[in-house]
């Protein structure tokens, strides 16, 4: 059974920046893809970023420019670097991913961006 574990999330002033990572508990090399989705209460789940075994890149058009997803394979870990956070980022990060089969999803991980 393959895991996601989240981590990274937290408190944080507007225009701050936060670093969240996924480990996955197999080799990311299964994957077809990883990504980070997120949450905010009363809204449905977003994809925010994802990034292909090849190594192209998705981002959501209100994060590009802030945001920055990366992997580590020799850690078996994908990133997110979050800069210039605005209180609309506040939600709960999922980390996502993609093999052949149903897609595997970490617990989530919370940010919230506040004064």
């Known amino acids: 059974q393959v895991q996601l574990a989240e981590s990274g999330g937290g408190l944080v002033q507007p225009g701050g920046s936060l670093r969240l990572a996924c480990t996955a508990s197999t080799s990311i090399y299964s994957f077809n893809a990883m990504g980070w989705y997120r949450q905010a209460p009363g809204k449905e789940r977003e994809k925010v970023a994802t990034?292909?075994?090849?190594?192209?890149?998705f981002y959501t058009d209100s994060v590009k420019g802030r945001f920055t997803i990366s992997r580590d394979t020799a850690k078996n870990t994908v990133y997110l670097q979050m800069n210039s956070l605005k209180a609309e980022d506040t939600a709960t990060y999922y980390c996502n991913a993609l093999a052949y089969g149903p897609p595997y999803w970490g617990k989530g991980t919370l940010v919230t961006v506040s004064s």
């Open positions: 990034i292909t075994s090849l190594g192209s890149t």
